[in-house]
């Protein structure tokens, strides 16, 4: 069987840039489903007077999640470094599966009164330390696999485009589930079985453990009998200005997504009023999108660089997202064709902007600390962009302010990308250096 310069066969590198990519899919579909459900899991579990409170109350319990993220890539960025990027992958994608499915028993506030949010946010809460750990492992483990001319493509379509891809099966199952439980029927059981679907990401844990080998850069550092890392040692040795580079720089890469992908279902149905019929379909279509931009930036990145490819995607946003959110919510809610085209070209720069970060936090950081690296700054930047769609729903009186206050928002924090990726070196190519220096290094005979 042949094998690449990784050390690994063909088939083995294939299976594991699958199973990464899968994994990335099924842990941010579970996140992706509230999202779909936001205004009924506002109305049952958190109801309150306000239209907007309530969608805040929801985005809250969405940024609550996000807050413990970082202490899940603290926990398992310390494992996946040590003990294995597989067995890391394994433990998280199973964590992330059952506490999803776990929230669609949870009674609602007409049942169980104020149990109901509190069991909910549990869960949430739960959710997000599992879902903190899926960086140290999915794409530590899927860069690690190949060699350096496919990395920049892996990292879109791990970072990006497995969040397309998650997107993507939530909108399908959005609009399966809505047929299958029409009108009130979805507010009874509809949601319900939106998180129940989590459990997917379970069984990929299963295939996960049966046939993934692990990372060949982690088993090589493992045997060069190189210094114990400490998380002390991610700010120490002249990485502390690096540290918050990254995280400046993965803030406003989360700040985009979030207030594009992640807060497009409340832009088309509590602001525009687009027909859920049609919500679907059109988030169907822009997840899609995002995998065709992410897999074009990341290639993009391995030809023009990690830096200049964030840069001039970034620049260009400055203008074209603020502009794109106004056409969605200025046009008719019944022309579904050009909001369609607005919401996919939305999703699509946004999403292409950040498609190489993940492998430039990688290429940021030594193997023996790349798990912990990349998943500390990744949610800990990811953790303030969770925070913004519920800062744009609380700055706004009425549902007809968040179209300008988002605007603003995605000015500003775009805006914050572009100059923290002008601050940042170039990394393409880091792996492969860390890797020469460390054979160099060997005794003659290792």
Same mark, same amino acid.
């Given at each position: ?5 990784? @050390?690994?066969?063909? =088939? ?19 996140? /992706?489903?509230?999202?779909?459900? %936001? ?8 109801? &309150? ?13 969405? %940024? #609550?999640?996000?807050?413990? =993220?970082? $202490? ?10 040590? !003990? ?7 433990? &998280? ?101 939106? /998180? ?9 844990? /299963? ?15 493992? *045997? ?19 540290? &918050? ?8 890469? @989360? ?6 992908? @992640? ?7 509590? &602001?525009? @009023? #687009? ?33 200049? *490819? ?12 603020? !502009? ?8 008719? +809610?019944?022309?579904? $064709? ?43 930047? /990811? ?5 913004? +769609? ?11 302010? #968040?179209?300008? =206050?988002?605007? #603003? !928002? ?9 100059? $923290? ?26």
């Amino acid at each position: 069987m042949s094998t690449t310069n990784t @050390g690994l066969s063909r =088939r083995a590198m294939l299976y594991a840039s699958f199973a990464s990519v899968a994994g990335w899919a099924f842990d941010l579909f579970d996140l /992706f489903i509230l999202l779909y459900v %936001a205004g009924t899991v506002g109305d049952l579990i958190f109801p &309150v007077a306000s239209p907007t409170l309530s969608l805040a109350a929801v985005y809250a319990s969405f %940024a #609550v999640s996000v807050l413990l =993220r970082p $202490a899940g890539a603290a926990i398992f960025g310390a494992i996946a470094d040590r !003990s294995g990027r597989k067995r890391t992958m394994v433990i &998280v994608l199973a964590g992330v599966g059952t506490s999803t499915a776990a929230m669609g028993a949870v009674p609602t506030y007409a049942v169980a009164g104020i149990a109901a949010p509190l069991l909910f946010l549990a869960l949430r809460l739960v959710q997000g330390v599992f879902v903190g750990g899926v960086v140290a492992a999915t794409h530590t483990l899927g860069t690690e696999s190949v060699g350096q001319r496919w990395r920049g493509l892996m990292s879109g379509l791990i970072g990006s485009g497995g969040a397309g891809i998650g997107a993507a099966l939530a909108s399908g199952v959005f609009i399966v589930v809505s047929e299958v439980f029409p009108g009130e029927q979805f507010d009874v059981w509809g949601w319900r079985v939106m /998180f129940f679907t989590g459990l997917g990401a379970a069984l990929i844990s /299963f295939l996960v453990l049966r046939g993934v080998e692990e990372s060949p850069l982690w088993r090589a550092q493992r *045997t060069s009998r190189g210094p114990k890392t400490r998380f002390v040692d991610l700010v120490r040795n002249g990485r502390g200005g690096l540290f &918050v580079l990254n995280l400046v720089l993965v803030s406003g890469a @989360g700040s985009q997504y979030y207030l594009t992908s @992640g807060f497009l279902p409340t832009l088309l149905g509590e &602001v525009s @009023g #687009v027909a859920q019929s049609a919500q679907g379909v059109i988030l169907l279509v822009s997840s899609l999108g995002v995998v065709v931009a992410a897999i074009t930036a990341g290639e993009l990145s391995e030809h023009f660089g990690r830096r200049r *490819t964030m840069l001039v995607i970034g620049a260009f946003n400055l203008v074209a997202l603020p !502009s794109l959110v106004w056409l969605i919510t200025s046009t008719d +809610p019944t022309n579904t $064709a050009l909001i369609m085209f607005s919401a996919s070209a939305l999703a699509f720069f946004a999403n292409a902007a950040y498609a190489p970060v993940l492998v430039f936090l990688n290429e940021r950081y030594p193997t023996a600390l790349r798990g912990r690296g990349t998943a500390i700054c990744w949610n800990l930047g /990811f953790m303030v962009g969770g925070l913004m +769609p519920s800062l744009v729903n609380l700055a706004s009186p009425e549902l007809a302010d #968040v179209p300008g =206050r988002l605007m #603003v !928002s995605l000015f500003a924090v775009v805006l914050v990308f572009v100059v $923290a990726g002008a601050l940042s070196p170039e990394t393409r190519g880091a792996m492969d250096v860390e890797e020469t220096d460390r054979r160099a290094a060997q005794p003659v005979g290792d």
